[in-house]
């Protein structure tokens, strides 16, 4: 056996591995859309792991699997802003609206 036959057999294992293992979830783009006065210092979680600013996650979005999320905005001196979306095949998009707490 040679060196190139014996290369090609010892790849086939991991392009046999890889073509039947698991596949990629399918994700769907979402959006958040926010008003002029929102704090674009915001902070954004999804299913309590932290994305960034509220500033940065409205203007470039995120992809989000197939299924069910928590989306949380939360910034001092607001009320937290809370919704349960589910994500599919067509594209989200969110009015969020942070309201202030009265002094």
Same mark, same amino acid.
Do not use: Q
């Given at each position: 056996?040679?060196?190139?036959?014996?290369?090609?057999?010892?790849?086939?294992?991991?392009?046999?591995?890889?073509?039947?293992?698991?596949?990629?979830?399918?994700?769907?783009?979402? &959006?958040?859309?926010?008003? &002029?006065?929102?704090?674009?210092?915001?902070?954004?979680?999804?299913?309590?792991?932290?994305?960034?600013?509220?500033?940065?996650?409205?203007?470039?979005?995120?992809?989000?699997? #197939?299924?069910?999320?928590?989306?949380?905005?939360?910034?001092?001196?607001?009320?937290?802003?809370?919704?349960? #979306?589910?994500?599919?095949?067509?594209?989200?998009?969110?009015?969020? &609206?942070?309201?202030?707490?009265?002094?």
């Amino acid at each position: 056996m040679n060196l190139s036959r014996a290369s090609a057999l010892a790849v086939l294992p991991l392009a046999f591995a890889l073509a039947c293992g698991p596949k990629p979830r399918a994700a769907t783009s979402f &959006k958040l859309v926010t008003e &002029k006065a929102a704090p674009s210092d915001a902070s954004v979680t999804i299913d309590e792991e932290y994305i960034g600013p509220l500033g940065w996650v409205a203007a470039r979005g995120v992809r989000l699997p #197939v299924g069910e999320h928590r989306i949380t905005i939360e910034r001092d001196g607001y009320f937290p802003f809370d919704a349960l #979306v589910v994500a599919g095949r067509e594209p989200i998009r969110l009015r969020v &609206k942070l309201v202030r707490i009265p002094d």
